[in-house]
């Protein structure tokens, strides 16, 4: 396999653009493809989970590519959790008994932006914007795009293309649709949905609410959650069934609904959102799902990455940082069969798929946790023991 091998990667979302610095460090002749406008020029981010929790698998993907000190600077450290019961009474349960052991709440927009930088100081490496991908031709390894202000279509080809589009990826659609191959695929919907919505920072820029915790306001069927960012503002995400229960997204329908469901269940959250009742009929109401599936790849021509290949629901945070993971794993697997692509794509699926599959299921018991038990006294009862 010679290093001027061509790689089209699509979609330079956290994971496409961490391997496409990988695979610029390594030497490939690297092109991405991304549907959206550059978000270093343009502001996308609203709606979309703005900031996540990053921990340290993601981390070593960071060290991997020399980038660690660069991130700690996007980083908020988040010890724990601080639980806000119905009364506004609040206990904070932290992640470990050890200070140095915390997660960090980090926004989207700066990782990626620092991501598509360091991979562009690479002359091997070109991304471009506003091109859409439209299919996959996985037996010829082509890909058909179409260009979002020309609306111009064209082929591009490959040597291999990597998809990293995302949980509505294109090229898994082609596998599914191309049925040239025994393809497994399952896509689950939680009942519920959620909206982004934010306490902005105090006049001054300071915290409103303790900065170092990843706030919770769970409610048994439905929870509130915020993660800090670096402004002094915090994003809030509400996570709510879409039909059932006395208040659902279906019927939180007018200005009054949404207050008095705020007032009634979350009186100390709704004193830091003067902006609620504009957030919540701005910002969109957004599906939860795990998606699975196999194979990963077809032959060595193509391959699923990231949440293209294993989409999951946000509970245990680390979504992306799985699909960080992706990449590490990938390198390790390259250092060992570089020169045979279907080689590398299947050991890859097989070291990487059962990991991918776990932390899936793991995300679906820890939604419960955090809109349940994390506010039931046994629960705080065990981590008191526990923490002792
Ligand atoms: P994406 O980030 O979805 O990137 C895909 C990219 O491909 C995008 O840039 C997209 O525009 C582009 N694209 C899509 N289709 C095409 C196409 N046809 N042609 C060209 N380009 C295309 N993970 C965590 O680790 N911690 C968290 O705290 C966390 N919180 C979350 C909260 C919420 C509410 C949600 C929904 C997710 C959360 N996640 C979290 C998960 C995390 O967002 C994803 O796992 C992560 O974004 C996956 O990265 P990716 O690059 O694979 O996909």
């Known amino acids: 396999?010679?290093?001027?091998?061509?790689?089209?990667?699509?979609?330079?979302?956290?994971?496409?653009?961490?391997?496409?610095?990988r695979l610029g460090q390594r030497g490939f002749n690297v092109s991405?493809?991304?549907?959206?406008?550059?978000?270093?020029?343009?502001?996308?981010?609203?709606?979309?989970?703005?900031?996540?929790?990053?921990s340290n698998r993601?981390?070593?993907?960071?060290?991997?590519?020399?980038?660690?000190?660069?991130?700690?600077?996007?980083?908020?450290?988040?010890?724990?959790?601080?639980?806000?019961?119905?009364?506004?009474?609040?206990?904070?349960?932290?992640?470990?008994?050890?200070?140095?052991?915390?997660i960090n709440s980090i926004s989207r927009g700066d990782l990626n932006a620092l991501l598509l930088n360091e991979a562009e100081t690479h002359k091997n490496?070109?991304?471009?914007?506003?091109?859409?991908?439209?299919?996959?031709?996985?037996?010829?390894?082509?890909a058909l795009f179409q260009d979002y202000e020309t609306k111009d279509e064209f082929v591009e080809d490959a040597d291999i293309i990597i998809a990293t589009d995302g949980a509505g990826s294109t090229l898994r659609k082609s596998y599914y649709l191309g049925k040239k191959f025994l393809f497994s695929f399952s896509q689950e919907y939680l009942t519920?949905?959620?909206?982004?919505?934010?306490?902005l920072p105090k006049e001054n820029g300071g915290f409103k609410v303790h900065?170092?915790?990843?706030?919770?306001?769970?409610?048994?069927?439905?929870?509130?959650?915020?993660?800090?960012?670096?402004?002094?503002?915090?994003?809030?995400?509400?996570?709510?069934?879409?039909?059932?229960?006395?208040y659902n997204f279906n019927n939180l329908t007018t200005e009054e609904r949404v207050l008095e469901f705020f007032r009634k269940e979350f009186p100390d959250a709704l004193a830091l959102m003067p902006n609620l009742v504009e957030d919540f009929f701005e910002n969109p109401t957004a599906p939860l799902g795990t998606v699975k599936c196999s194979p990963w790849h077809y032959?060595?021509?193509?391959?699923?990455?990231?949440?293209?290949?294993?989409?999951?629901?946000?509970?245990y945070g680390q979504g992306m940082n799985a699909s960080f993971e992706d990449v590490v794993v990938f390198d390790n697997v390259l250092d060992q069969h570089e020169g045979n692509w279907e080689t590398v794509f299947r050991e890859y699926e097989k070291t990487r798929k059962i990991d991918t599959d776990a932390i899936a299921d793991l995300a679906i018991d820890n939604f419960h946790e955090m809109k349940d038990h994390v506010a039931n006294?046994?629960?705080?009862?065990?981590?008191?023991?526990?923490?002792?």
């Open 1 to 21: 396999m010679s290093k001027q091998q061509n790689i089209l990667i699509i979609g330079a979302g956290l994971c496409g653009s961490l391997l496409a610095l």
């Open 32 to 54: 991405v493809y991304e549907m959206r406008p550059d978000l270093r020029k343009v502001d996308i981010s609203a709606g979309r989970s703005i900031n996540l929790a990053f």
């Open 58 to 102: 993601g981390n070593k993907a960071m060290k991997l590519v020399g980038l660690e000190d660069k991130v700690k600077s996007l980083c908020i450290p988040m010890h724990g959790r601080m639980i806000h019961d119905e009364h506004g009474n609040t206990f904070q349960s932290n992640y470990s008994g050890r200070d140095h052991e915390y």
């Open 125 to 142: 490496v070109n991304i471009y914007f506003n091109k859409k991908c439209k299919s996959v031709n996985f037996e010829k390894t082509t």
């Open 192 to 199: 519920h949905g959620y909206k982004e919505l934010s306490i």
């Open 211 to 246: 900065k170092n915790v990843l706030h919770i306001w769970p409610r048994g069927s439905f929870m509130l959650i915020a993660l800090p960012n670096l402004d002094g503002s915090f994003t809030v995400t509400l996570f709510l069934s879409y039909d059932e229960g006395e």
């Open 299 to 315: 032959k060595g021509n193509t391959l699923l990455m990231g949440d293209a290949a294993h989409a999951i629901v946000p509970f």
């Open 377 to 388: 006294p046994i629960f705080q009862e065990k981590r008191k023991l526990e923490m002792a």
